[in-house]
């Protein structure tokens, strides 16, 4: 009996945190995964969804990637998924957009000649978010909907991607 307190106590303490503040999304479920699967496959051949599997293993040594991202980013009432997709020779955060009948895709960022992976994938709900202007500025900006950042690991660079008149603006973010 003991033992099995002990045992239970050095899994709360040292196995599920790792797990309960972890960043990943690999277990979200998305409600139209099956028409996405298919959408994927039908428009971006030879292309594959990045898993947290793909990462280099000393990145997941310090750090435990976010590959999905669910929200109403143009604010259609459908939920849209935003992903990073993995193509020969290609890295790119793809949003697809649910419409009543299918998709439609907005490649956010595209990183040519590397299969390297160190992009993740920050959720912004609506509401103030603090970003970069171009001279340099901070300003503060009222999200109407979802938005999403994206982040190279390795430098902490990112940038955030707000749906606004149809289409993504950027900004960056600092580090």
């Given amino acids: 009996m003991q033992f099995k307190i002990i045992f239970l106590s050095f899994l709360l303490l040292f196995l599920l945190p790792s797990e309960i503040f972890s960043q990943?999304?690999?277990?979200?479920?998305?409600?139209?995964?099956n028409e996405l699967d298919q959408y994927i496959a039908n428009t971006l051949k030879s292309c594959k969804i990045v898993e947290i599997k793909d990462y280099d293993k000393e990145i997941l040594s310090?750090?435990?990637?976010?590959?999905?991202?669910?929200?109403?980013?143009?604010?259609?009432?459908?939920?849209?998924?935003?992903?990073?997709?993995?193509?020969?020779?290609?890295?790119?955060v793809i949003s697809f957009h649910k419409f009543k009948n299918g998709f439609k895709h907005y490649i956010l960022e595209t990183r040519e000649g590397s299969n390297y992976i160190q992009e993740t994938l920050i959720k912004e709900n609506a509401g103030p978010v603090r970003i970069s202007m171009a001279d340099e500025e901070v300003k503060t900006k009222?999200?109407?909907?979802?938005?999403i950042t994206v982040e190279?690991?390795?430098?902490?660079?990112?940038?955030?991607?707000?749906?606004?008149?149809?289409?993504?603006?950027?900004?960056?973010?600092?580090?």
């Fill in 24 to 33: 990943s999304t690999e277990d979200i479920n998305y409600l139209y995964a």
């Fill in 62 to 92: 310090f750090f435990k990637p976010t590959t999905k991202v669910l929200g109403d980013f143009d604010g259609n009432g459908f939920e849209d998924i935003c992903l990073i997709i993995k193509c020969p020779q290609r890295i790119s």
């Fill in 142 to 147: 009222k999200l109407a909907h979802v938005a």
């Fill in 152 to 175: 190279w690991i390795e430098t902490c660079y990112n940038t955030i991607y707000i749906w606004e008149n149809d289409q993504y603006v950027s900004f960056y973010r600092g580090l």
